[in-house]
C-alpha cells in the first residue's frame, strides 16, 4: 500500500466542504453589495434615506416572520399527521399500490407543488439578503453597525441558497475492498456488459462481491456498482444471471421525473451535519414534512411500477425457463435465511484464533447441501405464498404467472465453463477476502461474538445452570451467539415453565421463534404471549408471525394476525412509544411504587454498581389515563468507563423488564438533563452519598 497515496474524499466530507465554502460566499456577497450599496449612496447624498431603514427593516423581518408561521403551521401539521390511524396508513398505501400507474404518473406533480414552496421560501430570503446588504449600505450604515446587516445579509443568503447547494448523495452502493477487477473475472463482467447494452444504458460497470443473497444497483456519477451476493450467484447458470441483472438494469431506467424527485428527497435526506444547517433549514420545516409524508406515497406507487417493468425486462431472454428458474432461486434463498436464522453453520466462525481461510466455501457448500435437501419442500411453497400488505415486490407466483412458467420443478441448468471458473474464483477470492480484511476486528469480534458469551455460558453451565428471571436473557443470547441453539431452545422451555409470567415474554419470543421457522403455528401464540406481556417484543414479534402466515398461506390466520398486527401498532404509536421518551412537557411526578419494590430495585443495583451511580431519579409519567411509566434516570459519576456503564444499563434493564408487569422505563440523565428531574420534590430515590434519597 502506497502510504503517501491520498485518501478519497467521502461524500460527507464533499457536503461539509461545499457549505463551508457557501458560507464564505455569503459573508463575500453580502460584504460586496453593503460596499457597492454605501458608494452609492454616497454619490446621491441629497436622496432621503429614512426610506431606505424603513425597506431594510422590512426586509429584516419578512425571513423571521415566514420562519415563524412555517414553524407554526409545521407543529400543527405534524400534530395531525401523527394523529392518523395505523389502519388509515394502511389503508393510503393499499390504495396507491391499487392505483399504482394512476399515482405514480400524478405523484410528481403534487411533489412538483411542494417543491415551489420550497424555492418560493429561498427566493424570499435571497432577495432579503440583497435588500439588506445593498439598501443598509445606501443609507449609510456606521461601522458599528456594519457587522450586524452583514451577518442578517449572510445568514438569509445561506437560508435561501441552500436548497440550491448539489449536495452528493450518500444513499447507493459504495466501492471497497470487495470490487472485482474485471480481468479476473472476465465471464461475469461480460454478463454484465451484455444485460447493460440491452437495456440501454452507459456507463462503466463495477460488480461488488457480497457474501450473501441481496443483488442491488446503484449509479454514482458515470459508474454502475453492481452489488451481487455471492451464494446466490454461484447457484446461477449464465443465462439465470443474465435474466437477473436484466431486471436490476431497468431499475436504472428511471423516468426523468421520478429520478428528480428522488434526488430532491436524497438532498433533503443528507444535509450536512453543520449545526448552522440544522438550525436554518428549520426555515423549510413545513415544506420538508409535506414533502417527506408525500414522496413516501408516491415512491410506493413508483416502487410497485418499476418492479413490475423490471419484470418485464427480464422477458428479453431468449429462454423464459432462464428468467423463471432464476427466480426460482432467489425464493430458495430467502426460504433458506428464513430457515437457517442467523448462521448457516453448525458452530461460531470465532471458534479460531485467526480467521477462517474457507468460511465463504463453507456458507456456499452449506447452502447447497440445505437447497438440494429442502428443494421439493421449497417448490410446493411457491402456490401458496401471500404477498406481504406492504410489500412493493409481487409474490415469485406472480411473477412466474407473468412468464407464462407453471411447471416449478425446472430442469438445473448447467453454467459455461468460463462461469464455472469465474464462480471458483469468487469463492477463492471471497474467503482470502474475509481472512485478510481485517485481523484486529477479527480479534475483536472474536471477543465479543466467541469469547464473552462463552465464558457467560461456561460460568452459568459452572454454577449449575440455575435459571435467574433477570440473568438467563443473558445466557440465551450468549447460546445464540455459540450457535448452540438447541440449548437455547431447552433454556427458553424451562424459562416458560419456571419463572413467573413477567420474566418469560423474550423466552416466548425465541421459543416462538424457533417454532414458526420450523413452520410449526404453534409458535404464533408464543410470540403473542410475548407481546402482550412485554411490549418491547411488538416489532419483532409481529414481524415473524406476518413472515410465517405470507410464507406459509395460512390466509385465515394472517387476517386474524392483521388485524391484531393494527391494534397492536396502535397502541405502539399513541402509548407505547411514549415510554422511551421524557420531555419538560410531560405530565411528571414522583413516582410512588408499591410498598417493597423500590427497595429490592435498590438492593439490587447497590450489589454491582460499586460506586459508579451518583444518584438515581424515579418519575411518574402519566400518558393516558389508562396507561403510564415510571421512568429511572440514572446519573452516572463523570470518570465511569463506557463499557462499565453499559454493562450497568444492561442490568437494570434486565431486572426492570423481568421484575413484573408494571412498566419501566430506563434513561441516561445526560440524555434527559433538560427535565430537570432534581426540580421535582421527592423524585431522588438514591444518591452516592446518602443512604436514602433525597
Given at each position: 500500500m502506497n502510504k503517501n497515496a491520498k485518501k478519497p474524499i467521502s461524500p460527507e466530507q464533499t457536503q461539509n466542504r461545499r457549505f463551508?465554502?457557501?458560507?464564505?460566499?455569503?459573508?463575500?456577497?453580502?460584504?460586496?453589495?453593503?460596499?457597492?450599496?454605501?458608494?452609492?449612496?454616497?454619490?446621491?447624498?441629497e436622496v432621503p434615506k429614512d426610506p431606505f431603514w424603513i425597506v431594510t427593516a422590512v426586509c429584516m423581518a419578512i425571513p423571521l416572520i415566514l420562519c415563524a408561521v412555517t414553524l407554526a403551521v409545521k407543529k400543527a401539521y405534524v400534530k395531525k399527521r401523527n394523529a392518523d390511524k395505523v389502519k388509515d396508513v394502511i389503508a393510503s398505501l393499499l390504495r396507491q399500490r391499487a392505483l399504482a400507474k394512476e399515482a405514480s404518473a400524478k405523484g410528481p406533480k403534487k411533489l412538483v407543488r411542494i417543491r415551489c414552496g420550497f424555492y418560493g421560501l429561498a427566493a424570499a430570503a435571497l432577495l432579503s439578503s440583497f435588500a439588506i446588504a445593498f439598501l443598509s449600505g445606501f443609507a449609510g450604515t456606521g461601522s458599528s453597525s456594519f457587522y450586524l446587516f452583514i451577518f442578517f445579509s449572510s445568514v438569509y443568503f445561506i437560508?435561501?441558497?441552500?436548497?440550491?447547494?448539489?449536495?452528493?448523495?450518500?444513499?447507493?452502493?459504495?466501492?471497497?475492498?470487495?470490487?472485482?477487477?474485471?480481468e479476473d473475472f472476465p465471464c461475469l463482467y461480460g454478463i454484465a456488459e451484455k444485460a447493460k447494452s440491452e437495456i440501454g444504458l452507459h456507463g462503466n460497470i463495477q460488480i461488488l462481491a457480497e457474501v450473501g443473497f441481496n443483488v442491488g444497483i446503484a449509479y454514482r456519477r458515470e459508474d454502475i456498482f453492481l452489488s451481487l451476493g455471492m451464494l446466490t450467484v454461484c447457484s446461477f447458470s449464465d443465462d439465470e444471471l443474465y435474466a437477473v441483472l436484466l431486471h436490476e438494469f431497468a431499475h436504472l431506467k428511471e423516468d426523468p421525473r421520478h429520478k428528480k424527485e428522488r434526488a430532491f428527497m436524497e438532498k433533503l435526506s443528507s444535509a450536512p451535519s453543520s449545526p448552522v444547517f440544522f438550525i436554518l433549514f428549520k426555515y423549510y420545516a413545513l415544506c420538508a414534512n409535506v414533502y417527506y409524508y408525500n414522496y413516501v406515497l408516491y415512491d410506493y406507487a413508483v416502487s410497485v411500477m418499476r418492479e413490475q417493468e423490471a419484470d418485464s425486462?427480464?422477458?428479453?431472454?431468449?429462454?423464459?425457463?432462464?428468467?423463471?428458474?432464476?427466480?426460482?432461486?432467489?425464493?430458495?434463498?430467502?426460504?433458506?435465511?428464513?430457515?437457517?436464522?442467523?448462521?448457516?453453520?453448525?458452530?461460531?466462525?470465532?471458534?479460531?484464533?485467526?480467521?477462517p481461510r474457507d468460511l465463504f466455501t463453507r456458507y456456499l457448500a452449506n447452502f447447497r447441501t440445505v437447497t438440494k435437501k429442502r428443494r421439493a419442500d421449497w417448490l410446493s411453497m411457491i402456490d401458496v405464498e401471500i404477498m406481504a400488505r406492504s410489500s412493493t415486490h409481487p409474490t415469485v407466483k406472480m411473477r412466474l404467472d407473468a412468464l407464462g412458467v407453471t411447471d416449478y420443478d425446472l430442469p438445473e441448468m448447467a453454467p459455461s465453463e468460463a462461469y464455472r471458473r469465474d464462480i471458483s474464483n469468487v469463492a477463492a477470492y471471497l474467503d482470502d477476502l474475509i481472512f485478510k480484511k481485517d485481523p484486529e476486528g477479527y480479534?475483536?469480534?472474536?471477543?465479543?461474538?466467541?469469547?464473552?458469551?462463552?465464558?457467560?455460558?461456561?460460568?452459568?453451565?459452572?454454577?449449575?445452570?440455575?435459571?435467574?428471571?433477570?440473568?438467563y436473557r443473558n445466557v440465551l443470547d450468549a447460546l445464540m451467539k455459540l450457535c448452540r441453539?438447541?440449548?437455547?431452545?431447552?433454556?427458553?422451555?424451562?424459562?416458560?415453565?419456571?419463572?413467573?409470567?413477567?420474566?418469560?415474554?423474550?423466552?416466548?419470543?425465541?421459543?416462538?421463534?424457533?417454532?414458526?421457522?420450523?413452520?410449526?403455528?404453534?409458535?404464533?401464540?408464543?410470540?403473542?404471549?410475548?407481546?402482550?406481556?412485554?411490549?418491547?417484543?411488538?416489532?419483532?414479534?409481529?414481524s415473524l408471525i406476518g413472515t410465517f402466515c405470507c410464507y406459509t398461506g395460512n390466509s385465515a390466520m394472517l387476517e386474524t394476525y392483521r388485524e391484531r398486527a393494527v391494534n397492536f401498532a396502535q397502541f405502539k404509536k399513541d402509548e407505547y412509544d411514549e415510554t422511551g421518551v421524557l420531555r419538560k412537557s410531560d405530565d411528571l411526578s414522583a413516582e410512588h411504587l408499591p410498598e417493597g419494590v423500590l427497595e429490592d430495585f435498590l438492593r439490587y443495583v447497590k450489589e454491582f454498581e460499586d460506586g459508579n451511580i451518583d444518584k438515581i431519579f424515579l418519575l411518574h409519567k402519566k400518558i393516558s389515563d389508562n396507561f403510564f411509566t415510571s421512568a429511572y434516570i440514572v446519573k452516572y459519576v463523570p470518570e465511569i468507563k463506557p463499557e462499565i456503564r453499559d454493562d450497568i444499563d444492561r442490568r437494570i434493564f434486565e431486572y426492570l423488564d423481568t421484575v413484573s408487569n408494571w412498566q419501566y422505563s430506563l434513561f441516561d440523565y445526560e440524555s434527559v438533563r433538560a427535565v430537570r428531574?432534581?426540580?421535582?420534590e421527592g423524585s431522588c430515590v438514591y444518591s452516592k452519598d446518602e443512604t436514602k434519597g433525597a
Open positions: 463551508s465554502v457557501l458560507i464564505i460566499v455569503s459573508a463575500l456577497v453580502s460584504a460586496g453589495l453593503l460596499i457597492a450599496g454605501s458608494l452609492l449612496g454616497r454619490k446621491y447624498p437560508a435561501g441558497a441552500m436548497i440550491f447547494l448539489p449536495l452528493p448523495s450518500l444513499t447507493g452502493i459504495a466501492q471497497d475492498d470487495a470490487a472485482l477487477k474485471r425486462a427480464m422477458l428479453r431472454c431468449k429462454e423464459k425457463n432462464s428468467a423463471a428458474s432464476a427466480l426460482i432461486k432467489l425464493f430458495f434463498s430467502e426460504r433458506y435465511d428464513w430457515e437457517q436464522w442467523e448462521d448457516a453453520v453448525s458452530a461460531s466462525i470465532y471458534e479460531n484464533e485467526e480467521p480479534t475483536a469480534s472474536r471477543k465479543t461474538g466467541y469469547l464473552d458469551p462463552l465464558e457467560t455460558v461456561s460460568a452459568w453451565e459452572e454454577a449449575g445452570k440455575p435459571l435467574v428471571a433477570e440473568e441453539k438447541r440449548e437455547a431452545e431447552e433454556l427458553c422451555d424451562r424459562a416458560i415453565a419456571e419463572l413467573p409470567d413477567p420474566a418469560a415474554p423474550t423466552a416466548h419470543l425465541i421459543k416462538g421463534g424457533f417454532l414458526l421457522r420450523r413452520y410449526d403455528p404453534a409458535g404464533i401464540d408464543h410470540i403473542y404471549k410475548a407481546i402482550e406481556s412485554n411490549s418491547n417484543n411488538i416489532e419483532a414479534g409481529l428531574p432534581e426540580r421535582i
